[in-house]
Structures are given as C-alpha cells and as structure tokens.
C-alpha cells in the first residue's frame, strides 16, 4: 500500500532515484515540473514509474534524478512525489544515454543522430561529447558542420547548466537566473563571483538587497570597498526613483552607512573613488548620478540659450495677431488668456500652466492659428501617446511623443535628433509637460535649436514626473522664463462636476455633489470595508456603467488606485477584474499571469526597440499555437512579445495613479482606502479625478478621502535647476554657500517677476 500522505508541514523524510522517462510540463520562469520517472527498486505499490513535481532550473528526458522529499496521494493525479530537493545527473545507462541525447539537449541531434551515436560509443558516449568530441567523425554520416555545431552545442548545454545551479544554488529564482544568463553567457559564473553588485544594474527584478545576499554567499566581505562603493551607488539610485536628482553628500553617507553597517571612514574612502569614476559626481557638495547632473546642466543651458537667441522667424506684430485671432475665434478670449497668448507670442521660451477647464487647449489653438498663418512650422509634443493623441484631437494639428519625435537609434543607443542633428521646426509645444522628468527634458531641449521658441503647457498641481527631477515646477520657480497661470474655470458646465470637484479637492475642499436626481457626471460611493469596496468596484465596472453609459468596460473604463499591493491594489484588482471580464479564450502562462486573448495590458518599462513606452496602453489580439510569443496592439501598431519578454507586461484592467498621468479615460473608477494611507495626498487625488473625461466615480472610505484631500505635504525633491538657470552658464556655487532660501523650489504662486510682463 503506498505510504499516507505526510501532515501538513511535517519534514519531509524520503528519497527517490531513477531516471526521467518523459518531462510533462516545465516552467522556465520558475522551474516547476511534472515529470514521469522510472523508480530504481519500483514505486510504493508495485508500480514500476510514478510521477515526479519540485522545482529545478532544467530537466530533461534520460536524466538521471536523485529527489528528496515525500510520497503523497494527489486527489486527481493519484500517487506522486513531491520534491523539495532535486539532483539532476547525465544518465550512465547506454538507453538513459540516447533518451537523454534525444530530448532536445543538445542542438543538432535529434533521435537519428543520438540512436547512432550512442550504438557507436555506448555507455561512453557522454565522455566523447565532454573529453574527444573529434570521434564523433566515426559515426557514419555525421559530417563536419554537424560535428562542430553538436559540440558547440554540448559546451553551451553545459555551461548553461552549470551556471543556473551555481545561480540557484545562491536563491536566485529560475526566471531570473535565465535572464542572468542571457546577459551574461559563458562568462555567468565569473561575473557573478567577480562582482554580484552588477546584477543590480543590468538585470531587471534584482535589487541590491538580492546582490547583496549573493555577494556574502561568495565571500565579498561586508566592509569591502567593492560593496561601499555598490550601495553609494545604490542609494543615489533609489533616490532617483524617488525623484531626486542628488543628494548632499552627509545625508549620503548617513543613509548608506545605515544601510550597509559600515563605516563612514570606509565609505568617505568608497564615494572618493566612486567620484574618480564615470557614474557619481560631485558638485558643490552635491553628490550626483552623473547623468543627472549633466542633465540637468542640459536642461538649464538649453532653456538660457533658447532665450538669449533672436528667432528663427520675423517677429510677429503680438497686438495685431491677437486681434485677428479674436476675430478667427467663434468666442471671446479671457483678459487672462489674452494675457498668455500675448506672452507666449512675443517670448521664445514660455510656460503656461492651470488646472482642467481653465483654457489651457484653448490658448493652444490659438497659437496655432497665428502661427501657421505665418507659415512656422510647429511640432506639437507630448510625453505619452495618449495626451499626444488627445493633443492631436483637441487642436486639430498632428502630434507626436518625445521619443518619437527624437527617433531612437538601436545602433547608436541613443536619439536620431540631438544637438548635432537638430529638429526641424521653429516653434514646439509641450504638453502634459509637468510628466518631464531631467532626462527626458534633456533629450528633447538638445534637439531643439536656440533660434525656436518653445512654450510648456501643464498643470503643476498634478503629481510630479515617474522619473527624476521637476523639470516644470523648477523652471517656473527660477523666475527667469516667462508664465501665465490660469485659474478661471470655463467648463463649469461643459465639464460639470469632474471639472468643480477636482478644482475643489485642489483648494483643500471637499467632495461637492448635485441634489438628488439631478444629472451628475461624478459620483462618490461611501464604503468603509474593503472586501466590499472590491465588490462595489467589480459591480460598477462589469455591469452598472455600461448599462446606464453605454460604455464598453475593456475599452472605455479605467480603474485608479494609489498602489500596487493589498486587496485594492493594481495586483489583486487586475485579477479579479480579468476573471470577470475576460476569463476564456487563448492564453499565454507566464510569471504567474494569464495573457489572454482581449486582455489590456501596459508595457512598464520603455523599449527603443519595439518603440514601445512606458505607460503605453494595448490589447493582446493573438496568442501563438506554439505559446512562444503573442501579439499586443497599440492603437493599430502591432508589436510582437516573445514568451521570455512579457515581463515587460502587466494587465491595466487597473493602473496606478501615477502610470495614469498623462491619459484620459471616458470613464474612471478611483479607489481610495484606508489601506491606501501612506500614498494618500491632494494631489495624487486630483490627478485621478482629472483623467476621467465624461465620468468619475470614487470608490472608498470617507476618511481616507478626507486624508487625501488634507495632505499637502507632497516630498520636496532634491533637484537645482531652479538654482542653474538664475546662475550664468547654469554653474552654482559650493552648497555651503548658497543662502538657504534659494535652495528650496519656489511655488508658482510666489515666483517672482519674470524678466518680461508675465499675466497674473
């Protein structure tokens, strides 16, 4: 009789050795496999095989395999063994040897070719491959090509092998273990040994704590100057995520010592050669990641020169342009908006800024009239596809993102257009230009030439760019480029209470509902329990919106929330809301999610390659027969995903806030809970409740509502460009020197003049 089913948790006590007859299923990302094995002595009942499950990084058929672990009785599957450890070891047996070779392990031979050669050396076929490949030229038939490319193959089979044990052997998971060796190849196990702190910043999903671990597993010591100098690095790069541009070098040091328990003496001496280096860089006291500082230099020289510089184009007569606009115009222009049209015209580097329904699209048409009556070319940009597109369909005029503005070269890994090779336009205008993080402004104000005239348009109440910096707050705040900001609300009723209720949440002010029974396009449902608010979410998204709105929920309902984990988080809400509205069709397995056929997914990271971004919105139309790729379409773009890359994939049936800047959705559901707390600010909730376009809906607790719209606290960013563009050629001073009140980004509000007439 096979033995009972071991207790829960009970140690596991048994062994089990044979040799895998067939591999059922093998998960690459993270090594689960079913296996069918033929028990040395016979399985517990007689049997002369039985089914084998645990994780390893590769099996394959003929193997010989030694697990530990206990016998079970699955309800379904019967009598298995369930691995906690498993040995895999090339087969000894001259049948093992040919099923082993069969398999697939080694390119180039196939079940010919292994029967064959196994019936030349027998059970000394593995030792030919591994020590005397050049008999291989006794097999009949097998030609030279054949030869070189079977041992090449065998040598790759075995370092590959080799290296995912030595990874595994360090708690490195399989998925990321294969994308370790992709990087690296041959050379995995050097590397890793070497410097583990360079898996921090060249594979994706290791952080430094991960390296870090690794790093004592091979014998790096913990006050080694080769991981002071890593977790310097790290913490300047953490920062970064943060927003920051750097840090001052005792707030530097203090936060790294307290990370790393070492001394400030080891890592003074650490930070000293990190600055000798090409990744740090001190300025003034400033300890920076050298590419932002230099862009951050950039952004500052650029905006200077773009000022200091005569126009490209005649100028214009600003008076007589407004009245003809005015007269082109079916309405009349604000004193405000006139204000901004007459700065924007007659400046050649602007901002105009303000919240939803102030005129802001308005003021752009506007400009756009005048300026292509005078025959300019102009280039309208915005950070993401889609406030390119909703620029597009607002001025009527053609719009483009800045990456494909600037073109990327995989060749050269950088931007087609740059300083040497310009953009050909005379005047650009940026939208949503609050989302530029330093680098990104960076790379486009290079392209841009001194002699065009550029005018930034965004809402600075919004949530700061993903990446470092706060490129639009800075540059309004050095009081030296020109702005007008816009408060009068003009679609009180064209948008009616989205537009009143996120100027409310804005000026620290409650929600405002209308009386019963009165048309509304916001509402807010009261729910202190989560379990319940997720049940409200699902309800109105599957099935109360689309009746009274006639709304698809696929296409036309977003939901928001502030983060990722926890029961209303974006992990656990694109769960369920796939399993409501998408829970059948083709599907591709992978890291543990189901892409399925008409699933929404958004690309989380930015890929010059498949000129796809980070934020970009699609829709899986087509799996593969074979499951190896599948295909995503991007408002008629298709753009192939191989297996092994959908970890650049998330489901965006919900999104957080954060990745929703930028978009504009029919519909948005926003979900605001207690367990939300930490994220909960003004004007995290007032960027969700601007991207809803004809509908929003809050979903939450009072109190958590109440704790967003009261929090104003938002985290001062370490950035100075501000402080570069008051100073010439954007240099400052030691920090040491700089008074303190220049330091700290000024509010908008309180900017001063600017160096011409700028509208209140």
Same mark, same amino acid.
Request: glycine share 8%; hydrophobic share 40%.
């Given at each position: ?15 089990l050795?044979g040799?895998v ?21 016979g399985a ?42 498993v ?16 398999s697939?392990i ?8 292994a029967?064959?050669i ?14 005397d ?9 097998l ?11 065998w040598?790759?089979?075995? $370092? ?24 690296y190849?041959?050379?995995t196990?050097?590397?890793v040994?070497q ?16 390296a870090?671990?690794i ?15 890593? &977790? ?10 943060? &927003? ?12 790294? $010592? ?25 300025d ?15 952004v ?7 000022? @200091? ?7 214009i ?44 699209t ?18 309208l ?9 909703r ?15 600037? #073109?990327?070269?995989?060749? #050269?890994?950088?931007?087609v ?28 104000l290079?392209?841009? #030439? ?10 600075t109440?919004?949530?700061?760019s993903?990446g ?41 002010e ?5 009386p019963? &029974? ?14 319940r ?5 699902l309800?109105l ?23 990722? #984990? ?10 369920v809301?796939?399993?409501a ?17 008409g ?11 498949k ?6 919105i ?14 995503? @379409?991007? @408002? ?13 994939l ?46 929003v ?20 960013r370490?950035?100075?460009?501000a ?21 700290a980004?000024?509010a908008?509000a309180?900017?001063p ?5 700028r509208?209140?």
């Amino acid at each position: 009789m096979p033995p009972a089913a071991p207790r829960q948790n009970a140690a596991p006590t048994e062994s089990l050795s044979g040799s895998v007859k067939s591999v059922v299923f093998h998960n690459e990302e993270t090594g689960w496999f079913v296996a069918t094995v033929a028990v040395d002595g016979g399985a517990p009942g007689g049997g002369e095989t039985a089914s084998l499950v645990g994780k390893c990084p590769t099996i394959w058929q003929g193997e010989e395999i030694r697990a530990v672990g206990s016998w079970r009785q699955h309800p379904t599957h019967g009598l298995e063994f369930e691995a906690t450890a498993v040995e895999c070891v090339a087969p000894t047996s001259a049948r093992g040897i040919e099923r082993y070779l069969a398999s697939g392990i080694v390119r180039g031979i196939g079940e010919k070719w292994a029967k064959k050669i196994v019936e030349k050396f027998g059970e000394n076929t593995l030792d030919v491959l591994e020590r005397d490949s050049g008999r291989l030229a006794e097999v009949k038939g097998l030609g030279p090509a054949r030869r070189a490319a079977i041992k090449r193959a065998w040598e790759a089979n075995r $370092g590959t092998r080799d290296a995912m044990i030595f990874l595994q052997g360090h708690g490195i998971t399989t998925g990321a273990s294969a994308k370790i060796y992709r990087q690296y190849g041959a050379n995995t196990v050097a590397t890793v040994k070497q410097n583990p702190y360079r898996l921090c910043a060249d594979i994706d999903g290791i952080g430094f704590l991960k390296a870090d671990e690794i790093a004592r597993k091979v014998g790096i010591e913990r006050d080694s100057p080769l991981r002071a100098r890593a &977790g310097l690095y790290h913490t300047l790069q953490t920062l970064a995520e943060e &927003g920051h541009c750097y840090c001052e070098k005792p707030e530097l040091l203090l936060v790294a $010592g307290n990370l790393l328990g070492i001394s400030v003496d080891i890592l003074e001496a650490a930070l000293a050669e990190e600055l000798e280096g090409s990744r740090l860089a001190d300025d003034g006291g400033r300890i920076y990641l050298r590419r932002l500082l230099r862009a951050e230099r950039r952004v500052a020289g650029c905006v200077l020169a773009i000022l @200091d510089t005569r126009p490209s184009f005649k100028p214009i007569d600003v008076p007589a342009a407004l009245a003809w606009v005015s007269r082109k115009l079916s309405f009349e222009l604000s004193p405000a908006q006139r204000k901004a049209v007459e700065m924007a015209l007659g400046s050649k580097f602007s901002v105009v800024t303000g919240g939803p329904g102030v005129g802001k699209t308005t003021i752009i048409r506007a400009l756009l009239d005048v300026w292509r009556a005078r025959g300019l070319r102009v280039s309208l940009v915005a950070p993401t596809g889609r406030a390119a597109r909703r620029m597009a369909e607002s001025t009527g005029g053609e719009a483009s993102t800045v990456h494909r503005l600037l #073109k990327w070269n995989p060749q #050269k890994g950088g931007f087609v257009h740059n300083a040497e090779n310009p953009l050909d336009a005379d005047v650009f205008v940026v939208d949503e230009s609050s989302m530029l993080d330093v680098e990104l402004a960076a790379s486009l104000l290079s392209a841009v #030439k001194p002699s065009s005239a550029v005018v930034l348009v965004g809402d600075t109440d919004q949530l700061p760019s993903v990446g470092p910096g706060n490129v639009l707050r800075d540059i309004i705040a050095s009081g030296v480029v020109p702005y007008a900001r816009l408060d009068f609300i003009f679609r009180q009723k064209s948008g009616g209470w989205i537009v009143r209720n996120a100027h409310r949440v804005n000026q620290g002010e409650g929600f405002l509902l209308p009386p019963a &029974g009165e048309p509304s396009d916001f509402f807010f449902v009261p729910c202190e329990d989560p379990s319940r608010t997720l049940a409200l979410v699902l309800e109105l998204v599957e099935h109360r919106i689309p009746r009274r709105y006639n709304l698809s929920p696929l296409a036309d309902i977003q939901v928001l929330t502030p983060m990722r #984990k926890n029961d209303l988080g974006t992990e656990n809400l694109n769960a369920v809301l796939q399993r409501a509205l998408n829970p059948s069709g083709p599907a591709l397995q992978r890291f543990g999610r189901a892409y399925r056929v008409g699933d929404r997914v958004m690309q989380i990271r930015n890929d010059y390659d498949k000129d796809v971004f980070n934020g970009d919105i699609g829709f899986v139309r087509t799996v593969s027969p074979d499951g190896s790729s599948l295909d995503v @379409d991007f @408002d008629g773009r298709i753009v192939v995903y191989a297996a092994s890359e959908l970890d650049a994939l998330v489901h965006a049936y919900a999104t957080s806030i954060h990745k929703s800047q930028g978009s504009e959705y029919p519909a948005v559901v926003i979900v605001v809970a207690n367990q939300h707390y930490v994220l909960l600010e003004r004007n995290l909730l007032y960027t969700a409740i601007t991207r809803g376009r004809k509908l929003v809906c809050v979903v939450g607790s009072r109190f958590a509502v109440k704790k967003a719209i009261e929090t104003t606290t938002t985290r001062e960013r370490h950035t100075a460009l501000a402080d570069r563009l008051r100073s010439p050629g954007g240099r400052l001073p030691p920090l040491a020197s700089v008074p303190q009140d220049a330091k700290a980004p000024l509010a908008p509000a309180d900017a001063p003049p600017a160096p011409t007439e700028r509208p209140e």
